[in-house]
């Protein structure tokens, strides 16, 4: 049975979906955006963006008990691939040892025209 995830701590969804969803010990959380949860304001730069953005998949991993470590699938999609070496490198800080399996996209448009979206996959 599906659980649906729900944290304060990080973007309330802005359409019809779930922050995340957990179904036998596998955590699906949709597509992160640079959102502040605290204050809805969007960071301008693409390192502060991809830390947000980070920090946003944080707080939902914690809130459903996983951590990155957990994590075993992320879908990186950008507004444009001279972003990607300065995402790579803050990215690379959460997924220090045993990175997961990862693409990366160059997209036309993001929603609220952010430069920087990440889809997750956890598995316990």
């Known amino acids: 049975m599906k659980k649906i995830i ?8 802005i359409g019809p979906y779930s ?3 957990e ?3 596998m955590l699906f959380i949709s597509g992160q955006i640079p959102i ?12 502060d963006q991809t830390e947000q ?5 944080g707080a939902i991993l914690n809130f459903a008990g996983y951590g990155y470590e957990h994590v075993v699938k992320s879908t990186c999609l950008l507004s444009d691939m001279a972003n990607f070496k300065v995402m790579n490198e803050i990215y690379g800080k ?6 997961p399996a990862r693409a990366a996209f160059a997209v036309k ?3 609220l ?3 920087i979206e990440i889809e997750t996959i956890a598995v316990k």
């Open 113 to 115: 025209n952010v430069l």
């Open 94 to 99: 959460y997924y220090s040892t045993a990175p």
């Open 53 to 57: 953005v980070m920090k946003n998949i």
């Open 19 to 21: 922050q995340a969803i």
């Open 23 to 25: 179904i036998n010990g």
């Open 36 to 47: 502040v949860p605290e204050t809805g304001q969007i960071p301008e730069s693409i390192e």
């Open 6 to 13: 729900h944290t304060d701590q990080a973007p309330k969804a």
């Open 109 to 111: 448009t993001l929603p």
